[in-house]
C-alpha cells in the first residue's frame, strides 16, 4: 500500500459524500481511505458505508466522539500506507491530483513531505488561492521562512512519509492542532518539495475556531509557534546568527517573528500574558522590507521592548 487517505468524519451528512466522490475520482488505485466516525449521530456514518460498499479501498473506523485530532490519531494507529494525507469531510480534492502528486513521489524517493496548491472557498463567497513553485528544500529554516508555511501548516495540502507520525500525533483537547503538529515534523529534518501540481479545495467554516478564538485557544496557537521560533533563536545563537547575516532570510525572519508578535499582541489583550522570548539581536527596522505598521511596531519593540510594545498596544485597542 502506497498511501493512506484520513478522513474524519463527524456530522456532515451534507458535504461528505462530496469529499468521498473526489477521493475516489483521483485516478489512482493504491490508495487505502479511512473515513473515521467519530461519533455521528446524522446520515454521515450510513453515506460512508454505502460508498465502502460499493469500493473496498474505503475502511471505516467508528469511534466516540473526540475532536478532530482524535480521529486523526486513530486513524494513523492503523495507516498502512508508505505515505499518508489528509482531507476533511467538507471540502475535495481536484480530481487527479493524488496521481500526479504519487508521480512526482516516484520521481523524488528522497521527498518525505510534498506540499501541493489549494484554493479557499470563502464565506463571503469570494475564491483565494495558494500556489506553490515547484521546488525542493532540505533546509527546513528555509523552507519555514521562504514559503511562509506558518501562514499554511494546515494538514490536508500535504502528502507525508507514514515514517514521520511514528512518535508524533496530533494534540487532542486542543484547537490550530496542525500549526502545533507541523513543526513537530519539521524538527525532524524532512525533504520538503513545493509543487505546482496538484489543487485541494478547502470551504471555509464561518463557526470554525479560527474566526472565535479566545484567550485560550490564542495562547495554544502562540505556544504552537514557540516550537520553531525557539529552535531558530536556540541556546547558542548559532542559528539566528546564521540569519543575521543572510539579508533575504533575516527579512522572512522579521516577517515570521511579527507574525508571532502580533498573536502575542492579542494573548496580551486577553491574559496580560508575555510568552514569546525576546530576541538575542538587534536589527536596524528601516532595513527590512516589510509593512509600514509592522515596522512600526517593530521599532518600538526595538526600542522599548515587548512589554512596553503590548502595554501600548492594549492601551490602544481599549482606551478606557
Not at 51 to 78: H, T, W
Amino acid at each position: 500500500m502506497t498511501l493512506t487517505v484520513i478522513i474524519p468524519v463527524y456530522q456532515v451528512e451534507d458535504t461528505v459524500g462530496r469529499c468521498l466522490e473526489s477521493i475516489l475520482a483521483q485516478e489512482y488505485d493504491d490508495m487505502e481511505i479511512i473515513a473515521v466516525n467519530d461519533g455521528s449521530t446524522d446520515k454521515s456514518r450510513d453515506i460512508c458505508q454505502q460508498f465502502a460498499d460499493k469500493d473496498k479501498r474505503i475502511k471505516i473506523i467508528d469511534k466516540e466522539n473526540g475532536g478532530l485530532s482524535s480521529a486523526r490519531n486513530a486513524a494513523l494507529d492503523i495507516a498502512a500506507g508508505e505515505y499518508v494525507t489528509f482531507a476533511d469531510s467538507d471540502d475535495e480534492v481536484e480530481t487527479g491530483t493524488y496521481g500526479k502528486l504519487m508521480g512526482i513521489i516516484a520521481k523524488n524517493p528522497d521527498i518525505d513531505l510534498l506540499e501541493y496548491p489549494f484554493l479557499r472557498h470563502l464565506p463571503n463567497g469570494t475564491i483565494s488561492t495558494m500556489p506553490f513553485d515547484n521546488k525542493k528544500y532540505k533546509d527546513m529554516l528555509f523552507y519555514f521562512l521562504e514559503c511562509k508555511a506558518y501562514n499554511h501548516s494546515y494538514a490536508w495540502n500535504k502528502i507525508y512519509r507514514r515514517k514521520f507520525f511514528n512518535d508524533i500525533r496530533y494534540p487532542e483537547g486542543r484547537v490550530f492542532e496542525d500549526v502545533h503538529t507541523l513543526p513537530r515534523i519539521l524538527d525532524k529534518d524532512p525533504v520538503v518539495m513545493t509543487t505546482k501540481e496538484g489543487l485541494y479545495k478547502y470551504h471555509s467554516n464561518p463557526k470554525g475556531i479560527t474566526r472565535n478564538a479566545g484567550s485560550k485557544e490564542l495562547t495554544w496557537l502562540l505556544e504552537s509557534n514557540m516550537i520553531l521560533l525557539k529552535r531558530m533563536i536556540g541556546d547558542d545563537n548559532k542559528i539566528i546568527e546564521e540569519i543575521t547575516n543572510d539579508d533575504n532570510l533575516l527579512n522572512r525572519f522579521y516577517e515570521y517573528y511579527a507574525h508571532v508578535m502580533n498573536i502575542q499582541l492579542d494573548v496580551y489583550d486577553k491574559t496580560k500574558n508575555i510568552i514569546i522570548p525576546d530576541l538575542p539581536i538587534k536589527v536596524e527596522t528601516k532595513k527590512l522590507d516589510l509593512p509600514k505598521f509592522t515596522k512600526f511596531k517593530l521599532n518600538i519593540k526595538e526600542k522599548t521592548g515587548l512589554k512596553t510594545l503590548c502595554k501600548i498596544h492594549k492601551m490602544i485597542r481599549h482606551p478606557w
